[in-house]
């Protein structure tokens, strides 16, 4: 290790909290998808002809595409980092992508023209931008890779406090297409001059004084095909599907479920949502410092239970007038969803490695891509079948109990056994009772 390495004329253990402070700032600009429910009515409506009604299925499907595209381009990006590419030029590239697609969402001349621009294309950005800042942590933080994590992508959950005003006060001084044209040039300029910080720490370094535990699991590195084929990676996949699954289904119909079933107004509705995002932000560093407390494991039990507990209690108890408990439930979900993001990718480097973890965490956060399409069939599902949200609890609240039981027993660090070769001529290990399992 070299105990003079620098981070921009400071000394690393202080400099590389820098890119905890970048990263929170790029995921602030990318993660503004979760104000997208500011732009539906008004898209809606500027889109809705005699001869054309816009729905508001149709006005989802750009923010669903941008999802799915989001978790699809994720792997990519994370093996183009593990093969070598800087992460300054990929963020880069990444970086124009989303401006690109904010910039010419402002031309679309039907609703269908944004599912181009803003799912798939803005979407694309986002999927290559979004892990460099958690890759670059990781590395920079191998003795707190949990709170460094959890306080890099808390930007993304608490961008909705942010960009859910700036977009709708752009909107309303400029019309709904100018507005993404404004913040794509904002974009554009913020996310590339803050890519241009990031960078890897140098090959061996790590912080003064500090040991990986002798034969944990990050002490080696596993390639992604490594990784899916223990039982620690597809029990990490699963409750991240879970608590992803519950969470984006709650962001989709927190302003909904509000007014039809708690009967607020729609100006109450909307402040809650930027109420949640306070929960959804305030939860990655929480459980990225519980999980480098009590692990990975017991982190996602927990997270799980909260997912649990809200389903039940809007089951059982939701009804008009229940504000107190409306409030607590979806603060407890969105909590739940901002939790995994900050649980996953430091299990998977804790788990599988850290110089492998960008392209393995890619592989992993697919099941935020799936669990966003499965959250949107499940509420439109128990909405246009059963006639009310509340049926959807029944489903986050049987899964979250699944998730509990997957978390304690499968989300533990992974065994990889090694094959001993023996010499010519000594004695069979077995025999002697050697043990061929490198870890526990």
Not at 233 to 251: P, R
Request: proline share 5%.
């Amino acid at each position: 290790m070299d105990n003079n390495t620098k981070v921009y004329g400071m000394p690393a253990e202080t400099g590389r909290w820098l890119f905890v402070l970048v990263g929170m700032i790029m995921n602030l600009c990318i993660g503004s998808v979760y104000a997208w429910s500011v732009f539906r009515k008004p898209l809606q409506d500027f889109f809705s002809t005699s001869g054309v009604n816009i729905t508001a299925t149709q006005t989802l499907w750009p923010f669903m595409l941008f999802l799915l595209i989001f978790s699809a381009l994720m792997p990519i990006s994370g093996r183009l980092l593990q093969r070598g590419i800087h992460p300054r030029l990929l963020s880069i590239i990444g970086s124009v992508a989303v401006a690109a697609g904010w910039i010419l969402s402002r031309y679309a001349s039907d609703i269908s023209f944004l599912y181009l621009t803003y799912g798939v294309i803005a979407g694309a950005g986002v999927g290559i931008v979004y892990g460099i800042p958690i890759a670059v942590t990781t590395r920079w933080f191998p003795d707190m890779k949990g709170i460094a994590v959890g306080l890099t992508v808390l930007g993304f959950g608490a961008s909705a406090l942010v960009t859910a005003y700036v977009a709708n006060v752009l909107i309303a001084a400029q019309g709904v297409l100018p507005a993404f044209l404004s913040l794509g040039l904002f974009f554009l300029v913020a996310l590339v001059l803050l890519s241009l910080v990031l960078t890897f720490p140098p090959a061996g370094w790590q912080p003064a004084g500090w040991q990986a535990a002798a034969g944990s699991s990050g002490t080696t590195d596993f390639t992604v095909a490594e990784m899916m084929k223990t039982s620690s990676g597809w029990g990490l996949w699963l409750c991240y599907f879970i608590g992803t699954l519950s969470g984006l289904m709650a962001i989709g119909i927190s302003s909904p479920v509000g007014q039809e079933i708690i009967k607020v107004d729609a100006a109450t509705a909307a402040s809650l949502v930027a109420f949640f995002a306070l929960f959804n932000g305030g939860g990655r560093p929480v459980f990225g410092w519980l999980t480098d407390a009590i692990g990975p494991g017991r982190a996602a039990a927990l997270c799980s239970a909260l997912v649990l507990l809200a389903s039940v209690l809007m089951v059982l108890f939701a009804r008009e007038g229940t504000l107190v408990l409306f409030m607590f439930c979806f603060a407890c979900l969105w909590a739940g969803l901002g939790g995994w993001l900050a649980i996953a990718p430091t299990a998977t480097a804790a788990f599988f490695g850290i110089q492998k973890s960008a392209a393995n965490y890619g592989v992993i956060f697919s099941a935020y891509g799936i669990g966003a399409i499965a959250a949107g069939l499940i509420a439109g599902q128990a909405k246009d079948v059963f006639g009310s949200y509340i049926y959807a609890f029944y489903v986050t609240g049987g899964l979250a109990l699944l998730g509990i039981i997957i978390a304690l027993t499968l989300v533990k660090p992974p065994k990889r056994v090694i094959t001993l070769v023996r010499p010519a001529g000594s004695p069979d290990p077995f025999a002697a009772g050697v043990d061929r399992t490198s870890r526990g």
